[in-house]
């Protein structure tokens, strides 16, 4: 069972930068899909980001060019750099891991991924 924590929330202003990390421990996450989800008050989770084992990464439209996801396997560590932060980017970001290895078959549904961080809370003001 792998365990994930997330870290480097906050609060900033619209268009700062903030990097969130997503700490694995328990098993290495090597041969798996991670994401990024995040869920607004009153809304569902979304999809922000995925990166595959492979190093192929998808984005959801909403933060294509502004957001990056990346990986350190060795360090199992998955990271998310934000830039350009709108007002609407709020909400609590969670780090989730795929559960199948070397698959990313419903890479954007959150029902594809049975491993969880807690989530951190990314607040931007306008």
């Known amino acids: 069972q792998v365990q994930l924590v997330e870290s480097g929330g906050g609060l900033v202003q619209a268009g700062d930068s903030l990097r969130l990390s997503c700490a694995a421990s328990?098993?290495?996450?090597?041969?798996?899909?991670m994401a990024w989800f995040r869920q607004a008050p009153g809304k569902d989770r979304e999809f922000v980001a995925a990166i595959v084992w492979s190093g192929v990464t998808y984005y959801a439209d909403s933060v294509k060019g502004r957001f990056t996801i990346s990986r350190d396997s060795a360090k199992n560590i998955m990271s998310l750099q934000m830039s350009s932060l709108k007002p609407e980017d709020t909400a609590v970001y969670y780090c989730a891991k795929h559960g199948a290895t070397y698959s990313s078959v419903n890479y954007g549904f959150y029902g594809a991924y049975n491993s969880w961080g807690q989530g951190t809370q990314v607040t931007v003001s306008s």
């Open positions: 328990g098993r290495t996450f090597g041969s798996y899909t």
